[in-house]
């Protein structure tokens, strides 16, 4: 049942040494090429980072909360055209991003994201320019976020749901908090 994988599902940031398979990897994406996009549009784009020396500048890409990338065996950069879709590109890669994040869990694989957006490489420009840089991006190109993925070398407690009475209201009976 989904709620199990949801459930599942955490932020694994510590990695062992062990790899992931192809086959895992390529499940991984096939699960994420399903992902809705608005229209159907399909601004969604992957690439797929396994040097460990090109993962250990990656996660210097942001000041803060992407080191852990260093030590994930494989990353995925989910990129979007912003001329496909131009209103809705964000959106569709945070759907297909979560695709990826349940898919690992699906195949007992830790991983997290790393978000780009507003955040700053230590040299000071905006890690969107520094990524742009680091995988030779065209200008219509976003990085939306980046996946790092590996067999977990944490163990997490379980997530306790946001409380449902303070975050579900019924339309005409409800005012929102």
């Given at each position: 049942m989904l709620l199990d994988l949801v459930e599942k599902r955490r932020s694994i940031r510590k990695f062992t040494d062990e790899k992931v398979s192809e086959e895992d990897l390529r499940e991984i994406l096939t699960i994420?090429?399903?992902a809705p996009t608005a229209k159907n549009r399909n601004p969604v784009r992957y690439i797929i980072i396994r040097d460990k020396k090109r993962l250990e500048e990656l996660s210097n890409y942001k000041v803060n909360s992407a080191k852990f990338l260093a030590g994930a065996d494989v990353a995925i950069a989910v990129v979007t055209d912003s001329e496909v879709a131009p209103n809705t590109n964000h959106q569709d890669a945070s759907i297909a991003a979560t695709y990826i994040l349940l898919a690992a869990a699906d195949l007992d694989l830790g991983a997290t994201w790393a978000n780009v957006v507003d955040a700053k490489h230590e040299s000071g420009i905006s890690s969107q320019d520094f990524l742009h840089k680091f995988f030779d991006l065209e200008d219509k190109f976003d990085v939306e976020c980046?996946?790092?993925?590996?067999?977990?070398?944490?163990?997490?407690?379980?997530k306790v749901p946001f409380e449902y009475s303070e975050n579900v209201f019924e339309d005409l009976h409800d005012k929102l908090k």
């Amino acid at each position: 049942m989904l709620l199990d994988l949801v459930e599942k599902r955490r932020s694994i940031r510590k990695f062992t040494d062990e790899k992931v398979s192809e086959e895992d990897l390529r499940e991984i994406l096939t699960i994420a090429l399903h992902a809705p996009t608005a229209k159907n549009r399909n601004p969604v784009r992957y690439i797929i980072i396994r040097d460990k020396k090109r993962l250990e500048e990656l996660s210097n890409y942001k000041v803060n909360s992407a080191k852990f990338l260093a030590g994930a065996d494989v990353a995925i950069a989910v990129v979007t055209d912003s001329e496909v879709a131009p209103n809705t590109n964000h959106q569709d890669a945070s759907i297909a991003a979560t695709y990826i994040l349940l898919a690992a869990a699906d195949l007992d694989l830790g991983a997290t994201w790393a978000n780009v957006v507003d955040a700053k490489h230590e040299s000071g420009i905006s890690s969107q320019d520094f990524l742009h840089k680091f995988f030779d991006l065209e200008d219509k190109f976003d990085v939306e976020c980046i996946i790092g993925i590996g067999h977990p070398a944490e163990e997490k407690s379980e997530k306790v749901p946001f409380e449902y009475s303070e975050n579900v209201f019924e339309d005409l009976h409800d005012k929102l908090k």
